[in-house]
């Protein structure tokens, strides 16, 4: 049975690719922890030099797999909560350099791991979308954090509010994205940023990932805090649950602020 997390090393290069195509890589609790394990070890892996994060099929990351969600109880929804954030986390203090090549959807849990690397490149076809209002949630995995990092606090503000998806060439101009590609041209292009970035000066490279890190406040970790407080809560909420329902039911949500 193939992994849903595949791992290869070439020249320096480490190439992290989501392999469920058939759920539009949606992330699985058995993903997050092995995405997380994957990116603690290459952090230490003097062998590894620069990372691409990448996925197979149509869709870069459908978002968490819901249809696991709602089944736990406080404590299970904090750990679950506490693996995305491990997960987020392991991405973002990588020292070496990590390239996302997005193509198609990312959303929910998906754009916050894509945006927890250092650059971001997009086919001509991706889609980003902070979706978490359609299922009664605030957004999560660091997404808030890094939203207004990036486009600032009324742009970010409005992505999380209307659950819109954005079309490539407008996160190009928002600043989510470093660069487009055509659909065809999308792999080879991230391939070739990623190896010359594993061919490069590493511990300056890293250096220079902890500069950009330590211009941030407050840091990922106290936001990340912050969130799992909130969101906690809202987890529980009865318009959370109906959020669920309506999703797996294939139904538009009514919310009633409960």
Not at 11 to 36: F, Q, W, Y
Not at 125 to 134: E, I, M, P, Y
């Amino acid at each position: 049975m193939a992994s849903d997390i595949t791992v290869e090393r070439k020249d320096g290069l480490a190439i992290v690719s989501l392999n469920r195509p058939d759920k539009l890589n949606a992330l699985t609790l058995e993903m997050r922890v092995e995405l997380m394990d994957s990116f603690r070890r290459m952090h230490t892996d003097p062998e590894v030099r620069a990372v691409l994060l990448r996925a197979e099929g149509r869709a870069f990351c459908a978002g968490a797999d819901i249809s696991t969600m709602g089944k736990d109880d406080v404590w299970g929804d904090r750990a679950r909560l506490h693996r995305a954030h491990q997960m987020i986390l392991s991405i973002y203090n990588c020292e070496k350099p990590v390239v996302a090549a997005v193509r198609g959807p990312a959303v929910g849990i998906g754009l916050s791991m894509a945006l927890a690397c250092d650059v971001l490149l997009l086919s001509e076809t991706a889609k980003l979308g902070q979706v978490f209002r359609k299922i009664g949630l605030a957004p999560d995995g660091g997404a808030a954090f890094f939203l207004q990092n990036l486009i600032g606090r009324q742009r970010a503000t409005d992505l999380a509010f209307s659950a819109r998806l954005v079309p490539a060439q407008e996160a190009l101009s928002l600043g989510l994205a470093s660069q487009v590609h055509p659909d065809d041209a999308l792999d080879d292009a991230a391939a070739e940023y990623a190896a010359d970035l594993a061919a490069g000066p590493t511990f300056a490279l890293a250096g220079a990932k902890r500069l950009m890190r330590a211009a941030l406040q407050p840091s990922l970790e106290s936001f990340l805090e912050t969130e799992a407080i909130i969101q906690g809560q809202i987890i529980k909420s009865a318009d959370h649950a109906e959020g669920i329902d309506a999703f797996l039911n294939k139904r538009q949500p009514v919310f009633r602020g409960a």
